[in-house]
DNA sequence: CGTGAGCCATACGCGACAGTATGGAACTCG
DNA sequence: CGAGTTCCATACTGTCGCGTATGGCTCACG
């Protein structure tokens, strides 16, 4: 069955609905797939009701992006944030990631589509805010600036390869109890005494 | 001067010519640009010349993905492998990787475009055998098989991710002090002693 | 009940790109 | 020198996706 036909037979739609199956799509099959009548079959409908949400598909897309950003930022930062022990944090901010995966999947996805014109300085906002959390975390741990900026690019760089090498690529095949392990190699490696 | 329009006046054009405009367009500007008509331009002729030399357009992409593995595997690969140490082969397969950077554009730009049916096996291909490297430098290096299999992981992940940072995202414009102080970190932290 | 606003279907135009058909220029070699 | 091979230009068709135009259905509300 290569249909995902998911009609889901609702009555009317709203600009939230095609937002969110946009979202949905993106995490799916990648931006390539985010197109009006893609969607349009998704929701059951036709074009003429998506022009009327919206004026132009990259109005979609802009909508899109800054709806996950918004809900990114506050589902995984503001919640990692009020934790006092630095070494506590960053372990949390890992643990936190290694989970949970929805909100990654689509990172992963728009790291794919860095090409297209809104959603690079989108990716480099909330790239620089992970950072900037991450360096803030080290420099709290005792590391000097240039230190904490290198452990941080470092922690940051196989979060988002990881990403790729994992979703994109398919490549380790990890089961529950060998992903567990890796991630607590991971921590041990990367937040060190 | 947004034209990039580099007329190579050379007088006929082989197969090889093609697959190297593929090539330098996918380096450039990534795999939605290298299309029939805009390699054309850049060779300066025009879409029948194309279809002499290749029956398609997914002919010539694979034509360069093969010419671009070929020249991976014994330009960085085969160069590293001879080295008995292993801790001293893993610090030269980390500064090699931090040079000569044109090879490695090209494996990020592939790596941008893994929804592509032609280009998911071979990036498959060539991270399982850049893994295995990584997996038997550390396992001579005196690690069990998990240990060596994770530490691979994460300075393969670590790798990916840089690249995808800093030449998709540009993150940080690191200046060649900074790099080369940040390589050495990562060296550091990943080849332990 | 009917009228207007909100939501959607249908049909069309347009540009980008893959691929085809065909003729022509240039080079080679007997 | 002439005939065949090689390489390329021009012109065409077909498809896909964006965007527009327009009309119809449905529900709220006076």
């Known amino acids: 069955m290569v249909s995902v036909t998911k009609l889901e037979p609702k009555g009317r739609l709203s600009s939230a609905d095609w937002e969110q199956a946009a979202l949905d799509t993106l995490a799916e099959s990648g931006l390539g ?31 899109a992006l800054e709806r996950w950003e918004r809900r990114d930022e506050d589902e995984i930062m503001a919640q990692v944030e009020p934790i006092a022990d630095p070494r506590a944090r960053l372990r949390e901010l890992f643990l936190r990631v290694s989970r949970e995966m929805q909100s990654h999947v689509i990172y992963a996805a728009l790291m794919q589509s860095l090409d297209h014109p809104l959603v690079k300085p989108v990716m480099t906002r909330v790239s620089q805010r992970r950072l900037d959390v991450l360096t803030l975390a080290y420099r709290q741990a005792g590391f000097d600036r240039r230190a904490a900026a290198h452990r941080a690019r470092l922690a940051y760089s196989a979060y988002t390869g990881f990403l790729q090498l994992s979703l994109q690529l398919g490549l380790p095949r990890l089961n529950h109890e060998e992903f567990e392990a890796y991630v607590e190699h991971v921590i041990t490696t990367l937040i060190p005494t």
Do not use: D, M, N, Q
Not at 37 to 44: D, I, T
Not at 50 to 60: C, D, G, M, S
């Open 33 to 63: 797939v985010v197109t009006v009548e893609s969607l349009a079959r998704r929701l059951g409908v036709t074009k003429g009701s998506f022009y009327w949400h919206f004026p132009t598909r990259e109005a979609l897309i802009k909508a």
